[in-house]
T-cell receptor, first 112, second 110 residues
Framework: DTGVSQNPRHKITKRGQNVTFRCDPISEHNRLYWYRQTLGQGPEFLTYFQNEAQLEKSRLLSDRFSAERPKGSFSTLEIQRTEQGDSAMYLC??????????FGSGTQLSVL | QQQVKQSPQSLIVQKGGISIINCAYENTAFDYFPWYQQFPGKGPALLIAIRPDVSEKKEGRFTISFNKSAKQFSLHIMDSQPGDSATYFCAANNNNDMRFGAGTRLTVKP
C-alpha cells in the first residue's frame, strides 16, 4: 500500500500528558497537511509543509500544538499538556504541488 | 467562521434514486471545489472536483453542478447504490487553504 500512513491509529491518554502522531506521506508528494476532525464536522485545517518548510501554522489551535517535517519526508504532530477538548481525529494528507489531497486514515485521540 | 455551508446534514435515498447534496460558499477567491467521500474509520477520499470556469463536471454516476453567480455547487449521485452510503464533504480551496463543509451522511436503502 503506497497511500498516506498514519500511526498510531488510536491513542488514549490522560489529561496533561504529551502525545505525538506520525504521518508518512505518499513518497513523491512534497506537500503535507494536518487536519483535525471532530464528530459530525468536516476536517479543520491546522498546518501544512512544502518539503521541510512549514508554510502555514497560524491555524494551529494553540501553542500546545506543534508540527515538524525535519527531512521533508515524514511529519510529526505533537500536542503538549493534552486537554479533553483535544479529543478528535487527527488527519494527515499529502499532495503533489496541487489541491488534490490524499488523506490517511487518521489517528483517533481520546483524552481521559 | 464557516466559509462553506453544506446541506442537508443527512439524506436517505432508495437504491436507484438520485442523491443531491448542496454547498454554498462566501469567499469568491476560492478556485477549486472538490467533493470527498468518507467511510467510517477512514480518511476522506477525493471523489470529483471542479473549477469555477465550468458549470458542470461528470464522472461516471457523479456530477458536480456549479453556479458561480450564486456561489453554490452541488453533487448529484445518479442510480445511488447501498455502497454509496457514506459521509460526503464539499470543500473549497484558495492557495492551499482548503475549507470543508460539515458533511452529509448519505444512507442508500436497498
Amino acid at each position: 500500500d503506497t497511500g498516506v500512513s498514519q500511526n498510531p491509529r488510536h491513542k488514549i491518554t490522560k489529561r496533561g500528558q504529551n502525545v505525538t502522531f506520525r504521518c508518512d506521506p505518499i513518497s513523491e508528494h512534497n506537500r503535507l497537511y494536518w487536519y483535525r476532525q471532530t464528530l459530525g464536522q468536516g476536517p479543520e485545517f491546522l498546518t501544512y509543509f512544502q518539503n521541510e518548510a512549514q508554510l502555514e501554522k497560524s491555524r494551529l489551535l494553540s501553542d500546545r500544538f506543534s508540527a515538524e517535517r525535519p527531512k521533508g519526508s515524514f511529519s510529526t504532530l505533537e500536542i503538549q499538556r493534552t486537554e479533553q477538548g483535544d479529543s478528535a481525529m487527527y488527519l494527515c494528507a499529502s499532495s503533489l504541488q496541487g489541491e488534490k489531497l490524499f488523506f490517511g486514515s487518521g489517528t483517533q485521540l481520546s483524552v481521559l | 467562521q464557516q466559509q462553506v455551508k453544506q446541506s442537508p446534514q443527512s439524506l436517505i435515498v432508495q437504491k436507484g434514486g438520485i442523491s443531491i447534496i448542496n454547498c454554498a460558499y462566501e469567499n469568491t477567491a476560492f478556485d477549486y471545489f472538490p467533493w470527498y467521500q468518507q467511510f467510517p474509520g477512514k480518511g476522506p477520499a477525493l471523489l470529483i472536483a471542479i473549477r469555477p470556469d465550468v458549470s458542470e463536471k461528470k464522472e461516471g454516476r457523479f456530477t458536480i453542478s456549479f453556479n458561480k453567480s450564486a456561489k453554490q455547487f452541488s453533487l448529484h449521485i445518479m442510480d445511488s447504490q447501498p455502497g454509496d452510503s457514506a459521509t460526503y464533504f464539499c470543500a473549497a480551496n484558495n492557495n492551499n487553504d482548503m475549507r470543508f463543509g460539515a458533511g452529509t451522511r448519505l444512507t442508500v436503502k436497498p
